[in-house]
Every structure is written in structure tokens, then in C-alpha cells.
């Protein structure tokens, strides 16, 4: 498990510096590129690290809701700050779907008496918040836009990750079967930010 998740911090991390490179000239994207510099001087692992201990149903309730409250965050910030007519009803659906999945995650985890709990190590909330601060501090136009759209490929992307990891590391017949139902609407949710992405300046 602990080798998925570093896998997947590799990837956000490529395609972090991706996206730096790709806005360099933009003046007004600075901020987008110093939140996603932060993620990216996250110190890798050590190749001889030991075996991390598998994701427990805790650490798996606590990366939903903390994945769910992200981006029904910043898709609030979507539909009142951003400037195509695609990123604000994207920002909007993400909202509306992440906070119902959200409240699914909570319900699951209250029936089944599971306390959220992150992973040891696990600095994704900050990570999550430095992107969400730098997208209220960024103006909103073009630029704007891009960030969000970019940054919720990558975002879900990792969520999709994480999601698999999780399938196959509970035990727990309810929990699986609310991974596997969010799992599509994640996908959606990428598959729709890689086609606005695409008609992006």
C-alpha cells in the first residue's frame, strides 16, 4: 500500500512540476506555482524504507472525507470564481457530488463505529490546504482557470489511486462496496476536468 501511495505522490509531483513549467510566464499564477512547489519539496521516501503497515478501514474513512472535503472546497471556489461557463458548473457538480459522498463516508463510518484516522506520515490535508489557500489568493481569470482544471486532474488522479488501494486493503464487505460505487463518479469527474483541460488556453 505504502508503495501505491508513493507512486501516486510521484506522479502528482511530475505533473506538478508539468504544470510549473507550463504557466512559467504567467505572473499571475505564481501563487498556483508556490502551493504546488510545496508539494513537491515533500522529501521521497528511502528505497530500503520498511514495509508500511496496510490502510486500515480509519485511514481509509479518514483519506475519503479528506479527499471529499477538498473538492467539494474547491469546487465551491469554481462556481463562484471561475471564469468559463465549464469550470464554474464543473465547480459546481463537484460540490454537490463530493459533499453527498462525503456524507455516505460519515454515515458508513458512524454504522459501523470506525473513527477517521489518517495514515501515519499521511500530509495530505496540507498539502490540500496550501492548494486551496493559493487558489483563494490567485486572481480570478484565464489563469485561474487553468489551475483549478489542472489541479483537479491531478487530484483525482490520486483519489483514484488511493480508491483501488483501499479496495483491495479492507476487509469490510460495506466499505468496499462504497469504494467501488464512488470509484465511477471519480472517474467521471476526471475524465470531464482532462475535456475542459483540453479547451483551455
Excluded at 502551493?35 to 515533500?42: C, H, I, L, P
Excluded at 490535508?125 to 482557470?145: C, E, H, I, K, L
Excluded at 483514484?160 to 462496496?177: D, F, M, R, Y
Amino acid at each position: 500500500m505504502s508503495r501505491v501511495i508513493r507512486h501516486t505522490s510521484l506522479a502528482v509531483l511530475c505533473a506538478t512540476a508539468l504544470l510549473g513549467a507550463c504557466s512559467k510566464g504567467d505572473a499571475t499564477a505564481d501563487s498556483a506555482r508556490m502551493a504546488d512547489s510545496m508539494m513537491a519539496t515533500t522529501p521521497a521516501a528511502p528505497a530500503t524504507a520498511p514495509a508500511a503497515a496496510p490502510m486500515t478501514d480509519a485511514n481509509i474513512m479518514a483519506a475519503l472525507d479528506a479527499a471529499n472535503v477538498h473538492d467539494s472546497t474547491t469546487g465551491g471556489m469554481a462556481a463562484s470564481k471561475g471564469t468559463s461557463a465549464e469550470v464554474k458548473s464543473f465547480g459546481r457538480d463537484l460540490m454537490r457530488d463530493h459533499h453527498a459522498l462525503r456524507k455516505a463516508g460519515q454515515d458508513l463510518a458512524k454504522k459501523l463505529n470506525v473513527t477517521a484516522e489518517p495514515m501515519a506520515g499521511d500530509n495530505s490535508m496540507a498539502m490540500n490546504m496550501a492548494v486551496a489557500d493559493s487558489m483563494s489568493a490567485t486572481p480570478a481569470g484565464a489563469a485561474w482557470d487553468k489551475f483549478y482544471i489542472d489541479h483537479s486532474i491531478m487530484h483525482h488522479e490520486k483519489v483514484l489511486a488511493t480508491a483501488q488501494a483501499a479496495i483491495g486493503a479492507t476487509q469490510n464487505a460495506e466499505v468496499k462496496a462504497l469504494l467501488e460505487k464512488a470509484a465511477p463518479n471519480v472517474q467521471a469527474h476526471l475524465e470531464r476536468a482532462r475535456s475542459i483541460q483540453s479547451k483551455l488556453q
